[in-house]
């Protein structure tokens, strides 16, 4: 039984190889000086980038591959692409205007708070340097040296000032930035809502 298997096998496989033979396929494609070329081998990567053609046998199209997209393409792709995942993240966050509304109101008052406790602290900075500095004047009214102590605490406090004005600056710059994400998101929201208000 053995044998008698190989044999089949092998009378088989000499069966369709002819077969086999016959299916193979043609690659089209223009070569750079724009001559159609017919290759059983296969298209060479310096064309393949330009698309090709997949033929049989009888020269009838199996396949086409599209050229690969050009830098402007593929930007528009990209650009497309990352629009609709943002779109997709947008109607995740919010199922409607008064969602993205209500949202605005929470982060803008939270940066407000954030705001005002930074401009406190900043007057509170000020009254103790306006404290320090006005006995710094007093003991040079008396005659007497100001200590090393006491003008390493105005300076320090200059320091916390102008660290905090940093600060400030940055929050409102966020609440700013925060103000226009939230007027984009809803107008983008309304145009996927379909225009509702």
């Given amino acids: 039984m053995g044998k008698s298997g190989a044999l089949r096998c092998s ?3 000499i069966m369709l190889l002819p077969a086999w033979a016959g299916a193979s396929e043609l690659y089209r494609y223009l070569s750079d000086k724009g001559v159609v070329v ?4 296969g298209v060479p990567p310096q064309y393949i980038g330009k698309g090709y053609d997949v033929l049989d046998e009888q020269g009838r199209l199996l396949r086409r591959i599209p050229p690969a997209p050009t830098a402007e393409e593929r ?3 990209d650009q497309a692409k990352a629009q609709a995942n943002s779109d997709a ?3 995740r966050l919010y199922s409607s205007l008064e969602d993205v509304d209500r949202a605005r109101e929470r982060k803008l008052t939270e940066l407000d708070g954030v705001i005002a406790a930074a401009r406190g602290n900043l007057q509170s900075l000020r009254t103790q340097q306006a404290n320090l500095q006005s006995q710094a004047a007093e003991l040079e009214r008396a005659g007497r040296v100001v200590p090393e102590s006491l003008l390493v605490q ?3 406090l200059k320091a916390e000032q102008a660290s905090l004005l940093k600060d400030i600056a940055r929050f409102e710059e966020a609440r700013k930035q925060a103000d226009v994400g939230f007027s984009t998101d809803r107008a983008r929201l309304a145009q996927l809502l379909g225009g509702q208000r």
């Fill in 11 to 13: 009378l088989l496989l």
């Fill in 38 to 41: 017919l290759d059983r081998q």
């Fill in 75 to 77: 930007a528009r792709i």
């Fill in 89 to 91: 993240q947008l109607l």
């Fill in 154 to 156: 105005i300076s320090n």
